[in-house]
């Protein structure tokens, strides 16, 4: 299990850069292009509509032709489509490339969150926030590495360096052995033939709630965070005219947040209950959002990002923990709907601030953020209200057979 988890953050490792390749050099592209920011937001949303069908289709080829081989083929068209991305194809190829490189990391994250959610039965928020932590190295990294070849012209290669890492990462795949663990990762549905049998409900009624209530919450979370990671630095170039270069760091500053938040949420989550640590996270999002129109200077921007990705850092890892212990029993179900409807928040939510760019001020766009997560907010107290519910009638279950033995 232990090198299983570990090839698990090597490919989030991947998928984090992946994630951020694009937006770290969109002003650059952009220009590149001759396109306005609402280009630039079609082409994140194709992105996002690539990663919503990887997700919704891996399960599915999960099924025919193993976790392992699922894996591999996502990774070949991670290569194909950031090798793509190096060639600086006419534009509207650029879009089917998006949709291509989204399938592929879309694909990755949906398969390792369901083989270590099902498979990880202790201190799962701890497993994941690990997978997490080496996301948001790899999405720190990516922008530090962009900014220094947007200095010196190279910033296409940027491309390339995702491109090479997915090759090392289906070479590891590939050559990876692990024991006992190896027959789970090839098995297929030997049932897939025969469609006759009766299906199961997965949801009852009540679960059918909570998920809707984790729908919208991953739909406004991941559209809040790529917009962020995305669109950051084409608005401090906006907002405060710094250069191109020194905009794509507040992406790394964000993502270095991130992921030292992530080395504690899982033990914080654990010590203090999901429910809290996201309602709290949710929270302080909402003051950030709300402060970040006021900054007027790069010190306090670049504060602000900082504490955004401190305090958003686990809200994802945690946040989907947290929905499959709620509805038990239909984990590779649920983490693969969370993960889609992330997904197209993802798209919708970056094409809607890239409208914005260009046709409202600045700090309207910053404003459009916060109005976002007081959805989120007003959806962590649903969530904690939902487990105290559950909490209330377990104790009361536990007291009925304690009182008749």
Same mark, same amino acid.
């Given at each position: ?5 570990w090839?698990?953050?090597?490919s989030?490792?991947? %998928?984090g850069?992946?994630?951020?390749v694009?937006?770290s ?13 609402s280009?630039g937001?079609?082409? %994140?949303f ?6 919503l069908?990887?997700v ?10 193993g ?8 990774l070949?068209?991670l ?5 793509v991305?190096?060639?600086?194809p006419? =534009?509207?190829?650029m879009?089917v490339t998006? %949709?291509?490189?989204?399938f592929?990391?879309?694909m ?6 369901? %083989?270590?959610?099902?498979? @990880? +039965?202790h201190q799962?928020?701890?497993a994941?926030?690990?997978?997490e ?17 947007i200095?010196?012209g190279?910033w296409? =290669? ?10 090392i990462t ?12 190896d027959a789970?990762l090839?098995?297929?549905?030997i049932?897939?033939?025969q ?12 679960q ?11 739909f ?8 962020l990671a ?6 401090l170039i ?8 020194g905009a794509?760091?507040? @992406? +790394? ?19 203090i209950r ?5 309602l709290?996270?949710c ?9 970040f ?8 921007? *670049? ?8 305090f958003?850092?686990?809200i *994802? ?6 929905a499959?212990k709620l509805?038990?029993g239909?984990?590779?179900s649920?983490t ?11 798209? @919708?939510?970056p ?10 001020a600045v700090?309207?766009?910053a ?6 997560s ?10 904690f ?8 009638v ?9 009182t008749?033995?």
């Open positions: 299990m232990k090198r299983l988890i090839i698990g953050c090597l989030y490792f991947l %998928i850069l992946a994630h951020v694009l937006g050099v969109l002003p650059v592209i952009l220009e590149h292009y001759g396109r306005e920011y280009a937001g079609q082409l %994140i194709a992105q996002f509509a690539g990663f069908g990887g919704m289709f891996s399960p599915w080829l999960n099924r025919r032709i976790k392992k081989g699922t894996l591999l083929l996502a070949a068209a290569f194909v489509a950031e090798s991305y190096t060639l600086l006419p =534009w509207e190829w879009y998006g %949709i291509v490189a989204g592929g990391f879309g990755i994250e949906a398969v390792i969150g369901t %083989i270590i959610i099902a498979g @990880v +039965t799962t928020a701890v994941m926030s690990r997978l932590v080496f996301f948001g190295v790899g999405a720190m990294l990516m922008p530090l590495l962009a900014s220094g070849m200095h010196f190279w296409r =290669w940027s491309f390339l360096a995702v491109a090479l890492f997915a090759l289906f070479i590891c795949w590939v050559k990876g052995s692990f024991g006992a663990l789970m090839k098995a297929r549905d049932n897939i033939q469609p006759k049998q009766p299906k199961v409900p997965v949801y009852h009624k009540g059918k709630r909570t998920l809707v209530m984790f729908v919208a919450f991953f406004l979370y991941v559209g809040v965070e790529m917009s995305n669109f950051m630095p084409s608005m906006e907002k405060m005219s710094m250069d191109k270069a794509a760091l507040s @992406v +790394t500053f964000f993502w270095i947040a991130m992921s030292t938040g992530r080395l504690f949420a899982g033990y914080i989550a654990e010590k999901y429910r809290s640590y996201v709290i996270s929270l302080a999002a909402l003051f950030l959002f709300t402060l129109p006021f900054t007027n200077q790069v010190w306090s921007a *670049f504060a602000v990002i900082t504490l955004l990705g401190l958003m850092s686990g *994802f890892s945690i946040t989907l923990v947290f499959n509805m038990p239909t984990e590779e649920t693969s709907i969370l993960i889609a409807s992330g997904g197209v928040g993802g798209a @919708v939510l094409l809607i601030i890239g409208w914005s760019m260009d046709h409202l700090n309207q766009t404003s459009m953020l916060a109005v976002f007081v959805g989120l907010f007003l959806l962590s107290i649903a969530a209200r939902v487990q105290h519910r559950y909490d209330q377990g104790s009361s279950s536990s007291a009925i057979e304690l008749n033995p």
